[in-house]
């Protein structure tokens, strides 16, 4: 049962990298730029 609950954690964690990482792309397609602070 922990083994499990530990792959699934570390799945999840990759799936929120790969998601941020493809936000990220968009952004930078839609802007033509990396937005450079909070607004």
Do not use: C, F
Not at 6 to 18: E, G, M, N, Q, S
Not at 31 to 38: A, K, L, M, S
Request: aromatic fraction near 6%; charged fraction near 25%.
């Amino acid at each position: 049962m922990l083994q499990q609950t530990r792959v699934d954690t570390a799945l999840a964690y990759y799936t929120r990298a790969k998601n941020m990482h493809k936000a990220a792309r968009q952004i930078v397609e839609q802007h033509q730029e990396v937005p450079t602070g909070r607004s």
